[in-house]
């Protein structure tokens, strides 16, 4: 789900490049809030099987908090908009870089998550080393990360789901 809903956010900021602050505000909000909601609802479902679930649970309430600070101050100024985002960004990598390095004992392909973990963060540099961008640059790299992330999970998930079936067989 958390893939889907990148993919779709992705797809919308990129169809339309000239949205405005206060539509960005609200959509960044909207999207961190959901992404928050359900990897915090995965951790809690997944924590007695998985010993490391904290990482999730961190990040998934990191997107919560600053969905809600996003919606309760809406008049924020741009640059304080790419703070919330950077932040964001690279909480969510590093907790999606640690959750690969526990996959790539249990399946091959975690590079995915590797991935989206690195664009992450590096997307969360960029907007705290360059605060100065444009609005319209802003919306861009941030449609281009939710896509590519979003795709990389969705691909995670097709493979994690496969390795369920493999190792399940009433699901065969």
């Known amino acids: 789900m958390r893939g889907v809903a990148a993919l779709i956010f992705g797809?919308?900021?990129l169809m339309n490049p000239a949205i405005t602050l206060a539509v960005l505000v609200?959509?960044?909000g909207a999207y961190a809030l959901v992404d928050g909601?359900?990897?915090v609802v995965t951790a809690i479902a997944n924590r007695r099987g998985e010993p490391h679930w904290v990482g999730?649970?961190?990040a998934g309430l990191a997107g919560i908090v600053i969905g809600v600070c996003t919606f309760l101050a809406p008049g924020i100024t741009a640059t304080l908009l790419?703070?919330?985002i950077a932040a964001w960004a690279i909480i969510v990598g590093v907790a999606e870089l640690t959750a690969a390095f526990r996959l790539r004992k249990i399946v091959t392909g975690e590079w995915m998550l590797v991935l989206a973990g690195i664009l992450a963060v590096a997307l969360g540099l960029l907007l705290l080393t360059r605060p100065a961008v444009g609005a319209l640059a802003v919306?861009?790299?941030?449609g281009a990360y939710a896509l590519v992330s979003g795709l990389l999970l969705i691909g995670l998930a097709f493979r994690l789901r496969s390795l369920g079936r493999l190792h399940d067989p009433t699901l065969a």
Do not use: G, Q
């Open 26 to 28: 609200l959509f960044f």
């Open 56 to 58: 999730l649970l961190v």
């Open 139 to 142: 919306v861009l790299w941030i």
């Open 11 to 13: 797809l919308l900021t």
């Open 37 to 39: 909601i359900f990897a």
């Open 82 to 84: 790419l703070f919330f």
